[in-house]
């Protein structure tokens, strides 16, 4: 597809399980972002991928969160030991450059019960 | 502390008239703002990238200004639709990679 493009859209899941939220890029871009959205909230900055390396990881909460892009395209977030606050969207996004506007997927809605 | 404020959280008007949504930003060394509208569960979709030495931005009915010595911003809608209801996110870029967004702007445009 053109777009960046995320998967599952919906997790639903207990406390205390592991997830993981994957997110595939625009063909060619090199930066991509994780970023997380509860209701009501802007998106805030979670980590942020030049290539395949993780450049800027200070929006991460805690350790229970890590993620990974091991080919320089696609990408993998994941959350061990899923706490109830950790439930809302979580969004991907992908420029060409780290300087270029930023193209956005629509999202993996996590809750976790 | 970087922060991004948006004022009102929601706004209604009647669908033609004009609309000004507001953005302000803490910090004048910015690199770039960008608007996006988001729909309901939904991503968010790019209106309008201004870089730091531009002072206005327009695409179609849109238009994006940026005053950086005050810290603000303005998302200007000219003839309101019934379709340009959703929520408006203002986010800046302070010169790292990421985006600061605000709280958005909820707009409800009635027929």
């Known amino acids: 597809g053109a777009g960046v493009s995320q998967t599952p859209s919906n997790k639903v899941t207990e406390k205390g399980k592991y997830v993981e939220l994957r997110c595939d890029p625009i063909s060619g871009h090199t930066a991509l972002y994780w970023y997380r959205q509860s209701l009501g909230q802007g998106p805030e900055f979670l980590i942020y991928?030049?290539?395949?390396?993780?450049?800027?990881d200070s929006g991460l909460p805690n350790d229970r969160f890590f993620a990974v892009r091991p080919e320089g395209s696609v990408s993998t977030l994941k959350i061990q030991r899923t706490e109830r606050g950790d439930s809302a969207v979580y969004l991907c996004a992908s420029s060409l450059t780290a300087r270029q506007p930023q193209h956005f997927g629509d999202g993996t809605r996590l809750s976790i019960l | 502390k970087q922060e991004v404020t948006q004022i009102p959280a929601a706004l209604s008007v009647p669908e033609g008239e004009n609309l000004v949504l507001n953005c302000s930003f803490t910090?004048?060394?910015?690199?770039?703002l960008q608007w996006f509208r988001q729909d309901p569960g939904k991503g968010l979709t790019s209106l309008l990238l201004i870089q730091s030495s531009q002072r206005e931005q327009t695409s179609g009915r849109l238009n994006a200004s940026l005053d950086k010595s005050s810290g603000r911003s303005t998302l200007y809608i000219a003839a309101s639709q019934p379709g340009d209801s959703a929520t408006y996110l203002c986010?800046?870029?302070?010169?790292?990679?990421?985006?600061?967004f605000g709280t958005g702007t909820r707009l409800t445009i009635i027929p």
């Open positions: 986010a800046v870029k302070f010169g790292n990679e990421k985006l600061t």
């Open positions: 910090d004048s060394a910015i690199y770039n």
């Open positions: 991928f030049q290539g395949t390396g993780a450049a800027d």
